[in-house]
């Protein structure tokens, strides 16, 4: 069913008077159905003061809804004439940033619209402030992710690997009520822990190794992550202590300044220079956090290099991290919510050093 409050949002804040919408992830966050079609075309048209109309292809089925005007075509129908008769030709059309060139460049030739601007930042800034309905999931997402993490430390034992613990997480994510990954889940033992983005493999977990989760699920489309790192059978090294106290001091410092107008750029700073001052920052080699809501990465981050200010309704990661080659790599994650008055963690999981194993 259209979720016309974010339609409307959306329109407020485009620039043009008519905006095709061909990312699935953001058509279900419109309309509320997940529709994949793969290579062929997928549209739903929003335009000013009328019903949006969602084209789509006859092999893939759409729930009827009143709000709008579902359109069907079959595999040997001429999109661009299809489009032609519902898109305004003396007027812009604006288009997601994820078009393919296959579709776009024939519109273009054929001049349906009298010009073609980007019409992403509309969609994006929209669903970066979440609504009380997203909110609600994304707690829920995160509740389901922390009782997960609980029962994640407990396949650790003598003898595993990481591809065989990580082929256990999506059983104990279901079991909770999940509907799967909102990401391939990362699990590190030891020195893999210090690549960011390490895959499992058959490294076999040692006593004293670091465990670094970092993990995802999804409810009712919506995700979660978080990450945590123990230490299998025996505490860490007074190095990998300090590595990891400093970690968890800039996670949590840069979380007790998060509330509506503060700079994105700024919450980076607060994290990066903890780390910086304690020795080790060019350890520290990403972004402090990315936005999230129905893709697990979504326009938006806490970075250097974002300036914009944040508001009620963000839900982006804290997620600074230490990765010291061949020795440790360390990162805290939670998600948080910026509120009207300041922030809400939506994780509970604790960041004490915690020994498993």
């Not at 202590?241 to 840069?254: D, F, G, Q, T």
Request: aromatic share 10%.
């Amino acid at each position: 069913m259209l979720k016309r409050e974010r339609m409307e949002r959306i329109m407020r804040a485009a620039h043009q008077n008519q905006l095709l919408v061909t990312d699935p992830c953001a058509v279900f966050y419109l309309i509320g159905e997940w529709i994949y079609p793969g290579e062929r075309f997928l549209g739903l048209l929003l335009r000013k003061e009328e019903k949006p109309v969602l084209i789509i292809n006859s092999l893939f089925h759409a729930e009827e809804d009143d709000q709008i005007e579902t359109v069907y075509y079959s595999d040997t129908d001429d999109i661009t004439a299809l489009l032609a008769r519902y898109v305004k030709n003396d007027e812009i059309l604006g288009v997601d940033k994820i078009l393919p060139a296959r579709f776009l460049i024939p519109m273009m030739e054929r001049k349906i619209a009298s010009g073609f601007e980007l019409g992403s930042e509309a969609v994006d800034f929209t669903r970066a402030v979440k609504d009380e309905e997203e909110i609600a999931l994304m707690r829920k997402s995160s509740d389901i992710n922390d009782r997960a993490m609980a029962l994640f430390k407990r396949l650790i034992h003598d003898g595993v690997t990481e591809r065989e613990v990580a082929a256990q997480t999506m059983e104990i994510y279901r079991s909770l009520g999940a509907e799967g990954f909102s990401f391939e889940p990362i699990v590190a033992f030891g020195k893999n822990a210090a690549d960011p983005h390490h895959m499992p493999d058959d490294t076999v977990i040692q006593e004293g190794d670091a465990v670094l989760f970092d993990v995802g699920c999804r409810y009712h489309g919506y995700c979660s992550d978080m990450t945590r790192t123990f230490f299998y059978k025996k505490g860490p090294t007074p190095e990998a202590e300090r590595i990891y106290n400093l970690v968890r001091s800039a996670n949590e410092e840069a979380e007790k300044m998060l509330k509506p107008g503060i700079p994105f750029c700024d919450v980076d700073k607060k994290a990066r220079d903890i780390i910086t001052e304690g020795g080790y920052g060019e350890y520290f080699t990403h972004r402090l956090g990315h936005f999230i809501g129905v893709e697990d990465h979504e326009y938006g981050d806490v970075s250097q290099a974002n300036t914009r200010l944040s508001e009620a309704g963000n839900i982006h990661s804290i997620e600074p991290g230490i990765y010291f080659p061949e020795i440790l790599g360390c990162r805290i994650e939670d998600l948080v919510l910026i509120t009207e008055d300041g922030y809400e963690v939506l994780n509970r999981y604790p960041h004490d050093i915690e020994i498993i194993g």
